[in-house]
Every structure is written in structure tokens, then in C-alpha cells.
């Protein structure tokens, strides 16, 4: 990222940076105060897992995983798809997708970045807890829904498919 | 370095048979627990063969441990691939990779089997085997014959689930082994049936916004014969009777005493002693009673198998084995007869 820092002009004989900072902080307050949905993420260490030296694939109990983390975001998750596995008779029910809108800021603050295949999980229940694997991390958010009004890029969406747990179940 | 090809790594303890032999010994393992006839072989013989042939033969192994088989092939009842898949499943009841499963095309073409083309029209049944037979007096055999079994080919597709390349490669490996010559054969029932290897295909999940995971899909044909035992024929074939006759050693000739010819015409007389006025005689032979005269006889009632006759009758037809009953009237106490003459028929 450029050192050098261009101040943001553009709406500003109506939105500043105030009014921008005071909506997020205002919107953060509902999302993390009122809503409060939280989420673990755990985050592959790309260093000091063992993998294959072919295929790059994770040897067996090979993943090492850094401290999870709990976070807070706006949680959806999609409905599941009943289908084959492939062109076997063998069905079964897909559960949906997890989809998080995170606040770009709240991550800087928790100095915390989500990447492409870290491991998210996501308690429904006390018991029962489901992990996905982030199959986008929304890294890019320049298109105008991730701004505010076209102001400044303040959220991240995060797109995560659940996996069977012989890949992921928790550390 | 590797040992020179001719050096032989293992001794077989039991030498393998060949010629005869070995053909003796296929039949033997045909007829095993069983009759002398073939078993029958139907498509859920033919389908359990594959599972185990998959189970058994293509057995694969992943991180120290067996990939599971589903060991049913996958039909149109849901549950039943529950029955199969619950130890090897994930918290969501989905079925957990890596697993290998089974899929049958539900037709089933005519066969190409070469050895059993149109040779033998209209289920018309052939001499399978004579198998002898002896019942304690007879010695015979029973023809066995069946009919031409119908070649079938099952086309299966063989599907592995696994997460891992390496998963891939060692399935892969094995079944390239196995299929080395294109086809390998499976043991059903007895009999040997070939599988040809046709086409391997990838169908791998890698949408990125999905589960993924690799599938490949084996498709083998099964060259295999339908055969049923409800036409199947045992018939009698010929019987020999064996009669045997004890000899003495010892020959004398004996002298054969002339008798006189039995005559065709004899008395029987009737004695009814005092207080007696009823006799029964049961005939062993087919005569005519002929009355030649009484004594002390009022009257006399003839019954034959104890159906009234008649009275004071002069001849009386009697067969072979008819009861004959005399009931006289006395005309003073004391013996009456009645004499009568039996000309035989």
C-alpha cells in the first residue's frame, strides 16, 4: 500500500470524514452491541504446516493453526441444497454457505486479516458448532456496495463453505 | 538390486494344478456345497459379486486406515444407503469422504461374452452330466441337462470420494494393477466371471464457492450369464437291474417223483354235523358247484359273498375268492350233507 495519503474530497460539501466515522461507529455499535454475532476463526499457519510436497495438500493431522480468534460481524447463512454427490445415487443435504459482512476497521483494530482457506466456526447451538472454510475473503472492495455512498470502502464480505470435519474439526 | 526375475521369491506349499487337473478342480469348486449341478447365477449374484469384488480386490488404504465401501448397490429406497453409510458419516448424517461406492446401470444389455453366443436355440437344454445313481437293487444314472446360460452385461460405475490426490493415485494404482490385461476375473457362485475395465472420468466438485472434493468415476463392464436353476432337468437315464441267484457247489440230480395230473373235476362234500346248519367256504379257485344229491336235507339257501342266491339250487357259479355260505334246513336232528361235484373253469 502507498505511504503517501490523498485526503477524500469527493461528497464533501454534504459527508465528511466525521460523518462518515460517526455512521461506522454508530453501525458497529448495533452490529457488535445489539446484534452481536460472533464467530471463531482459526487461521492456517502457512509456515509451520505440513504439507505435501507434490500436491501442496495437508498430510493428515498435518495443519497447524494459529490462536483462534472470536469475532463479530453480520452473520447469514444460505439454505442448504439437497443433491447427489456428484453423479453417484448417493444424496445428501449441502448446508449453505456462511456469509459475513465485517467492518473493515473493527479488523485493523483487532489487527486481524481473514485469508482465502482459514477455517471459521460458527456455534448454532451451545453443542453444536459448524466450520466452514473461506472460500473468499472479500479482500477487494472497491465496487460501490462495499462504500458508504461512495465515500470510502468501510465493510468486508466474506463468503466461507462448510466442511465435512475429516478436513476440520476444531483444534 | 533387485533380484534377477528367474529367482523365485516364495514357494507355493500346495503345487498348482494344470490340465485335467485343474479343470477337475474347477468343477469340483463349481459343485461345491451343492449338487452336481451348476449354481444358478441370477443379477443380485452378479451384483453382490461386484461389491465384494470392489470390497475385496480394489481395496484401498489412506492414512493407515481402509476406505470404506458402501457395500449395497444404491437404489430408488433412500434409507437403505443409511443402512450402509452411518459409520462413515459427519454430523450434518452426510456421508464423509473418503468412501468408494458402487453404482449399477439399471439395464441390462444382452451380453457379449464370447464363449456364450448363439449356439443352442430356444432354451433347448443340453447334456450337462450323467450322474450315477443306486437305489439298493438298481444301478442307473440321472441325465442332468441345462440350458445355454444368457450372457448379460452389467455396467457399473466404481466411484471414489476422496479429499486428497494421493487418495486418487492409490485407488488408481490399484485398479490399474488389477487391470493390467484390461479385465480381471471375479469368482461368483463358482464360476469365473471377467470384468473388463472400459474408461476412467473425473467429476470432481471444484466450484470454489462449494465443498470440494474429488470424485472419479472407474466404469467396468461385467461379462457375466444368467443362469436359473428352475430350468434345470434331472431325468432318469438307463437303469440296470442286477439279479443274483447262490449256486451250491455241490450238484445232485434228484430224481423227480411222477405226480398225477390235477384233476379238473373233484367231490366237495358238505358235512353239517348235529346242531350245525351253516357252513362258509371262502373258493380259492373259479368253479361250477354241481348238486348231486343230500342227506337229511329239508331245503338249503345258498349265499355267495353273502348275497342271497337262492334256494335248493342245482348249480352254483363260484369265482376265485367268493365266500360261499350253505344254510340248510334239517328234516330230523342230527348230520345232514349235501354232496356236490367242482368243475373248474
Given amino acids: 500500500m502507498s505511504q503517501r495519503k490523498v485526503p477524500i474530497t469527493r461528497l464533501s460539501k454534504f459527508f465528511a470524514e466525521e460523518d462518515f466515522d460517526l455512521d461506522i461507529s454508530m453501525g458497529q455499535e448495533w452490529l457488535h452491541g445489539d446484534m452481536n454475532f460472533t464467530f471463531v476463526l482459526y487461521r492456517v499457519d502457512r509456515q509451520r504446516t505440513k504439507k505435501d510436497d507434490v500436491y501442496g495438500e495437508v498430510v493428515s493431522e498435518g495443519v497447524q493453526y494459529r490462536a483462534p480468534i472470536e469475532l463479530k460481524g453480520y452473520v447469514q447463512i444460505e439454505a442448504p441444497t439437497n443433491a447427489f454427490m456428484g453423479n453417484s445415487k448417493i444424496g445428501q443435504v449441502e448446508p449453505g454457505n456462511l456469509k459475513i ?15 482465502f482457506g482459514d477455517y471459521i466456526g460458527y456455534y448454532e447451538k451451545e453443542d453444536r458448532v459448524r466450520y466452514y472454510s ?20 468501510y465493510y468486508r464480505s466474506i463468503v466461507a463453505s462448510p466442511v465435512s470435519n475429516d478436513e476440520f474439526n476444531g483444534i | 538390486m533387485a533380484l534377477p526375475k528367474k529367482i523365485k521369491k516364495t514357494i507355493d506349499l500346495i503345487p498348482k494344478k494344470t490340465g485335467l487337473d485343474r479343470r477337475i478342480q474347477l468343477l469340483d469348486d463349481i459343485q461345491k456345497d451343492g449338487t452336481y449341478l451348476p449354481k444358478g447365477i441370477g443379477h443380485a449374484d452378479l451384483d453382490r459379486g461386484m461389491l465384494d469384488f470392489v470390497k475385496e480386490d480394489l481395496k ?3 492414512d493407515g486406515n481402509t ?12 434409507w437403505s444407503q443409511f443402512t450402509e453409510t452411518w459409520n462413515f458419516q459427519d454430523l450434518d448424517k452426510n456421508v464423509k469422504p473418503p468412501f468408494i461406492t458402487t453404482v449399477r446401470q439399471p439395464e441390462v444389455p444382452y451380453g457379449t461374452n464370447p ?18 445313481t443306486w437305489d439298493g437293487q438298481r444301478k442307473g444314472v440321472d441325465v442332468y441337462k441345462i440350458p445355454q446360460p444368457i450372457p448379460v452385461d ?4 466404481v466411484k471414489i470420494f476422496v479429499n486428497r490426490m494421493r487418495g486418487l493415485n492409490e485407488f488408481n494404482k490399484n485398479v490399474l494393477q488389477k487391470f493390467s490385461s484390461r479385465q480381471a476375473y471375479t469368482i461368483i457362485k463358482g464360476h469365473y466371471i471377467p470384468i473388463v475395465l472400459n474408461n476412467i472420468s473425473d467429476e470432481s466438485v471444484m466450484d470454489i464457492d462449494k465443498r470440494k472434493y474429488y470424485i472419479q468415476n472407474y466404469e467396468f463392464t461385467m461379462l457375466g ?13 438307463v437303469s440296470r437291474a442286477l439279479t443274483m441267484f447262490e449256486i451250491p457247489q455241490l450238484n445232485k440230480s434228484v430224481k423227480v417223483n411222477p405226480q398225477p395230473e390235477n384233476p379238473n373235476e373233484f367231490p366237495v362234500d358238505l358235512l353239517f354235523v348235529s346242531g350245525n346248519t351253516e357252513l362258509s367256504e371262502t373258493f380259492r379257485y373259479s368253479a361250477d358247484l354241481h348238486l348231486n344229491e343230500t342227506f337229511n336235507v329239508d331245503s338249503f339257501s345258498v349265499y355267495i359273498n353273502n348275497d342271497y342266491v337262492g334256494d335248493n339250487i342245482t348249480k352254483i357259479q363260484v369265482n376265485t375268492n367268493d365266500l360261499v355260505k350253505f344254510v340248510v334246513v334239517k328234516k ?9 361235484t367242482a368243475k373248474l373253469i
Fill in chain 2, 67 to 78: 476406505v470404506p465401501t458402501v457395500d449395497i448397490i444404491i437404489t430408488t429406497q433412500n
Fill in chain 2, 115 to 132: 464363449s456364450l453366443q448363439y449356439t443352442i436355440p430356444n432354451r433347448k437344454q443340453f447334456y450337462y452330466a450323467k450322474v450315477p
Fill in chain 1, 101 to 115: 459482512g465485517i467492518y473493515q476497521s473493527y479488523l485493523d483494530e483487532m489487527g486481524v486479516d481473514i485469508e
Fill in chain 2, 332 to 340: 330230523s336232528i342230527g348230520e345232514s350233507q349235501i354232496f356236490t
Fill in chain 2, 154 to 157: 452389467i455396467t457399473y460405475n
Fill in chain 1, 134 to 153: 473461506v472460500a473468499d475473503d472479500g479482500r477487494i472492495t472497491s465496487d460501490n456496495r462495499h462504500t458508504y455512498g461512495g465515500y470510502k470502502p
Fill in chain 2, 60 to 62: 484401498t488404504f489412506m
Fill in chain 2, 225 to 237: 450369464f444368467l443362469m436359473d436353476e428352475d430350468e434345470f432337468e434331472v431325468s432318469p437315464g
